[in-house]
């Protein structure tokens, strides 16, 4: 039952906490340092906010229905709906409490799906595919945004007459382009494992980490490697449409996320949002995400918004407080729910064998 301690152990109040007073610390300075009067005090609640609410909703579902589209295709609809939702709901709670940099919840995503009776070849397979095809959505977006847009329009504050706000913007645009030009060769050397030459690359990694400096990494590197391998395996047998339909509902995905932002900001904008220009703010926000050290980004992402978004926002006394709506709709939700669905989960996967 290791797998099932692994995942209990996402259920202990340090993990569950930690991520929460992270983000609602980050919060209290913000709100502390930024917001000097109320903030709703010119702000008419309307027809308009309503809508723009809805569309909010209407995203985070969308979101995670192409997400669960997503899993059936990659699983060859092996799982049914319900679990699937479960599903869907745990990868997500892992990835909240595990920060992206360790991999967001990657081996945990493994377990859940190797305890809905899918294979482990399979299950490392969809896993892998999973994180591959996020990659390759921001692989693909992210210079599609900068050549329309530029380092001006999309580095926040960088043509801003202070000094300290370009440094901040230079700043952005450096860490930004290193780490998705690391993740582009991560995704690279993953994709030319697993459909091109798993065994051979396998070898080589046996004979690299056979050397006496390397040997301590050996065991973990060679087991990694026999991952891909049977991940390859699995996905060798693909046809094209399974590639179609797992990219479309990833992008789905990812657009449902990014426009979740949109709609709150739209929300409280009486002029034109650049919804164009916002989405690819948050593409860049996305990547840059990837290399925070806290669990599900958290602090960071409450801090990039305030910064980073914040000219989007027509009333600049409402940027921190759309800020904690934004987490409140993309990120509290799934602490909440994976910590009520994993212990069911649990239950249901790890039954106790009756006695005889």
């Not at 329309?148 to 860490?175: C, D, R």
């Not at 046996?206 to 400096?213: A, C």
């Not at 891909?228 to 995905?253: C, D, G, N, Q």
Request: glycine content about 4%.
């Amino acid at each position: 039952m290791k797998q099932k301690a692994e995942l209990s152990e996402l259920l202990k109040p340090t993990k569950l906490l930690l991520p929460l007073a992270i983000s609602l610390l980050v919060m209290a300075y913000l709100f502390y340092t930024n917001v000097k009067h109320n903030p709703f005090v010119n702000v008419s609640f309307s027809a308009h906010m309503l809508n723009w609410f809805l569309l909010a909703i209407l995203m985070i579902f969308i979101r995670d229905f192409a997400y669960m589209i997503r899993i059936r295709v990659l699983t060859n609809n092996e799982i049914e709906w319900r679990k699937c939702f479960q599903v869907i709901m745990l990868w997500e709670f892992c990835s909240a409490i595990v920060p992206q940099i360790l991999g967001g919840g990657f081996a945990f995503a493994v377990i859940i799906l190797n305890g809905e009776k899918i294979k482990l070849g399979k299950s490392i397979a969809v896993v892998l595919f999973s994180s591959f095809l996020d990659g390759l959505f921001f692989a693909l977006v992210a210079p599609l945004v900068y050549f329309e847009f530029g380092k001006s329009q999309l580095f926040a504050n960088i043509n801003a007459t202070s000094t300290q706000h370009v440094e901040m913007g230079n700043t952005l645009f450096y860490t930004f382009w290193t780490v998705y030009f690391v993740v582009l060769i991560y995704k690279i050397v993953v994709g030319y494992i697993l459909f091109f030459n798993a065994v051979g690359v396998k070898r080589f990694a046996h004979k690299v980490f056979s050397l006496p400096l390397l040997k301590k990494w050996k065991r973990n590197v060679i087991r990694t490697m026999q991952e891909m391998v049977i991940a390859s395996v699995e996905l060798k047998k693909a046809t094209f449409s399974y590639w179609i339909k797992a990219f479309a509902a990833t992008v789905l995905s990812w657009s449902a996320r990014f426009l979740l932002i949109n709609c709150i900001i739209s929300a409280f904008s009486d002029v034109g949002v650049n919804h164009y220009l916002l989405y690819a703010r948050q593409s860049i926000m996305g990547i840059l995400n990837i290399a925070t050290p806290t669990p599900g980004g958290a602090g960071f992402a409450e801090f990039m918004f305030t910064n980073f978004l914040g000219e989007f926002i027509a009333n600049p006394s409402l940027t921190v407080t759309l800020a904690f709506v934004w987490r409140l709709f993309s990120y509290y939700p799934y602490l909440i729910v994976g910590a009520i669905v994993l212990p069911r989960w649990l239950a249901r996967v790890y039954v106790k064998p009756a006695r005889s």
